[in-house]
């Protein structure tokens, strides 16, 4: 059984680095053709690819975020990691973790991040 | 960037009617030497993460329903619902996975009149 579920500051203040942890089982990102994708979407809104992680360690970037974003992982204890810096009031977000051979086969439950002063 | 256009948005159907919503992408996701279409469907429904119906644009996740059939080919791609029950209740989204940066159309929302 495949399960995935972040975990985040909650809320943070503007200019600050957004750190976030998503812990998985049933499977692991040392296979081959694994990978964990980070989403986010505003509330009442849309939904906005981010970052992916492979089992080989190669990694994908969304653009529009620009230099903002570091993902990683930890194989070993079954994690992944979504760094975000100098946040603002829009990057208020619920985000989600999902399991990825090329499409996002499996979600986490989500997150809510808040950006305010 | 590959865009994802979705229409309508928004559609209120009742139950046991037939229900279409098309996704249209800016360029083909046609790959030639495997003849797949790299389109995922996605439903949400209120207050739950998304939850993948679709891949290949017309392969169902195992425990879907087959009243949820994806059809379509390059550009334009549909998905279609047979006879909509009340837990259909849903955004559905459509996704591109031929080139990242990765995207998703707007979503259709279906309402349950």
């Given amino acids: ?117 | 960037d590959i865009v994802m256009t979705q229409t309508p948005s928004s559609q209120a159907v009742s139950a046991g009617e037939k229900v279409t919503m098309s996704c249209k992408s800016s360029q083909s996701l046609l790959y030639s030497e495997n003849k797949k279409n790299y389109l995922a469907w996605y439903q949400q429904k209120p207050g739950q993460s998304p939850k993948l119906l679709i891949s290949w644009a017309s392969t169902r996740e195992s425990g879907v329903p087959d009243r949820f059939i994806g059809s379509g080919s390059g550009t334009d791609f549909t998905l279609t619902i047979s006879s909509v029950q009340a837990e259909d209740l849903a955004v559905y989204y459509c996704e591109q996975y031929y080139d990242t940066p990765l995207t998703f159309g707007s979503g259709t929302k279906l309402e349950i009149k």
């Fill in chain 1, 1 to 117: 059984q495949v399960t995935l579920k972040e975990s985040g500051p909650g809320i943070l203040q503007p200019s600050q680095t957004l750190s976030l942890t998503c812990t998985f089982s049933g499977f692991s990102l040392s296979t081959y053709g694994m990978g964990v994708g980070w989403i986010r979407q505003p509330s009442g809104k849309g939904l906005e690819w981010l970052a992916n992680i492979w089992w080989d360690d190669d990694k994908y970037y969304n653009p529009s975020l620009k230099n903002r974003l570091t993902i990683s992982k930890d194989t070993s204890n079954n994690q992944a990691f979504l760094k975000i810096t100098n946040v603002d009031t829009a990057d208020t977000a619920t985000y989600y973790c999902a399991r990825i051979t090329y499409w996002f086969a499996y979600w986490g439950q989500g997150t809510l991040v808040t950006v305010s002063s």
